[in-house]
């Protein structure tokens, strides 16, 4: 059973770096074409994607978060990570991990809200 | 980037009616991924590689499409389809969602 859950700081200041933590089960992130992939959704918005990344360390991110992103993972321990630095209020939003591969991202986590405010 | 307009963005049906969402690509794809998003839940995966069902969903849902033209269709609406509609393409960073279409039930 494969199973996904984010866990963060919930509320921070501006300009703070935003750490998250994606803890799975049921799969590898050594497995070959598997990925994590980070997505965002601000309150009653769309999806926004972030970061993956790949079972072979490869990393991908939204050029529109210029540089601000930072992805990782410990696949012994089943974790990926996420930090975003210079946080504003525009980044209050809720914020996914998700299982990936060329099927598409087909588990996700419950998601983590992260809230932006002095 | 390719920017993916869903249309239409809100829409209604009734129990047993045909429901059609597209998605155009601002530039040619090779393949589209809908989720399903109920609200205060996570998205769900529906479709992957344009026109295959992801595993337990029910076979009312289908896909379709090519280059930069792609439509989700449920055959028969039902009460528990009620729920937003997103549109993803994985051909090239970044990854992008479509604005998302509202589906109610009449």
């Known amino acids: 059973q494969v199973t996904l859950k984010e866990s963060g700081p919930g509320i921070l200041q501006p300009s703070q770096t935003l750490s998250l933590t994606c803890s799975f089960s049921?799969?590898?992130?050594?497995?070959?074409?598997?990925?994590v992939g980070w997505i965002r959704q601000s309150s009653g918005k769309g999806l926004e994607w972030l970061a993956n990344?790949?079972?072979?360390?490869?990393?991908y991110y939204n050029p529109s978060l210029k540089n601000r992103l930072t992805i990782s993972k410990d696949t012994s321990n089943n974790q990926a990570f996420l930090k975003i630095t210079n946080m504003d209020t525009a980044d209050t939003a809720t914020y996914y991990c998700?299982?990936?591969?060329?099927?598409?991202?087909?588990?996700w986590g419950q998601g983590v809200m992260v809230t932006v405010s002095s | 980037e390719i920017v993916l307009t869903q249309s239409p963005t809100t829409t209604a049906a009734s129990p047993g009616e045909k429901v059609t969402i597209t998605c155009l690509a601002s530039?040619?794809?090779?393949?589209m991924y809908w989720y399903q998003q109920k609200s205060g839940a996570s998205p769900k995966l529906l479709i992957y590689?344009?026109?295959s069902l992801a595993s337990g969903v029910p076979d009312r849902f289908s896909g379709s499409g090519s280059g930069t033209s792609y439509s989700l269709t449920i055959n028969t609406m039902e009460a528990e389809d009620a729920a937003t509609y997103y549109c993803?393409?994985?051909?090239?960073?970044?990854?992008?969602f479509g604005s998302g279409t509202k589906l109610e039930i009449k």
């Open positions: 049921g799969f590898s992130l050594s497995t070959y074409g598997m990925c």
């Open positions: 993803q393409q994985w051909s090239s960073n970044p990854l992008t």
């Open positions: 590689s344009t026109s």
């Open positions: 998700a299982r990936g591969h060329n099927s598409g991202f087909d588990y």
């Open positions: 530039s040619s794809v090779s393949n």
């Open positions: 990344i790949w079972w072979n360390d490869d990393k």
